[in-house]
T-cell receptor
Framework: EAQVTQNPRYLITVTGKKLTVTCSQNMNHEYMSWYRQDPGLGLRQIYYSMNVEVTDKGDVPEGYKVSRKEKRNFPLILESPSPNQTSLYFC??????????????FGPGTRLTVL | KQEVTQIPAALSVPEGENLVLNCSFT??????LQWFRQDPGKGLTSLLLIQSSQREQTSGRLNASLDKSSGRSTLYIAASQPGDSATYLC????????????FGPGTSLSVIP
């Protein structure tokens, strides 16, 4: 089944403890992206990647890192999480660049709480 | 700066009604516009993708239109069903140096049996 998977689905952690949220897609998609969703602010783009070893910042990249060493995986890294990073996180992928009429497919989400 | 709004914020209708959800954007320089639905506790499901040169797209009971010059898109749902209850989001792909995506805040739809 074609899908985007995220792990973990739920995570409660403490301030400053490094964590990684994994994202994997099995559709051979080139484009991948991370979003956070907050009440009243909607979905905002954190980072995106157009291909292996090519990543760039979205609207709200502060406090996050990403890597794209393999085409299928796009982990989101929080080196020193803070309470303002408590949010619902979504990973998405697309066959190619969004500007080229490619639709995005989303993972199920990861609910992160930073105490 | 591109801003995306959706009206109404919430909508409750009896089963069987036809309904229209609205999405407005302030900058007409977009590549595409995509409609999604989001069910509670779940991710987003793509419904329709409209290229900037297109006027509308249809899938089953759903029809999305795009008027780029006026900065508006509508999602028409025919013969609504309780299973249509969800939050509907629109997203525009803006013409910047990268594939920037701006989401609207969503319309929460409840279809009453």
């Amino acid at each position: 089944e074609a899908q985007v998977t995220q792990n973990p689905r739920y995570l409660i952690t403490v301030t400053g403890k490094k964590l990684t949220v994994t994202c994997s897609q099995n559709m051979n998609h080139e484009y991948m992206s991370w979003y956070r969703q907050d009440p009243g602010l909607g979905l905002r783009q954190i980072y995106y990647s157009m291909n292996v070893e090519v990543t760039d910042k979205g609207d709200v990249p502060e406090g996050y890192k990403v890597s794209r060493k393999e085409k299928r995986n796009f982990p989101l890294i929080l080196e020193s999480p803070s309470p303002n990073q408590t949010s619902l996180y979504f990973c998405a992928s697309s066959l190619g660049r969004l500007a080229s009429y490619n639709e995005q497919f989303f993972g199920p989400g990861t609910r992160l709480t930073v105490l | 700066k591109q801003e995306v709004t959706q009206i109404p914020a919430a909508l409750s209708v009896p089963e069987g009604e036809n309904l229209v959800l609205n999405c407005s954007f302030t900058d007409s320089a977009i590549y595409n516009l995509q409609w999604f639905r989001q069910d509670p506790g779940k991710g987003l499901t793509s419904l329709l993708l409209i290229q900037s040169s297109q006027r509308e797209q249809t899938s089953g009971r759903l029809n999305a239109s795009l008027d780029k010059s006026s900065g508006r898109s509508t999602l028409y749902i025919a013969a609504s069903q309780p299973g249509d209850s969800a939050t509907y989001l629109c997203a525009v792909i803006v013409r910047t140096s990268y594939d920037k995506v701006i989401f609207g805040p969503g319309t929460s739809l409840s279809v009453i049996p």
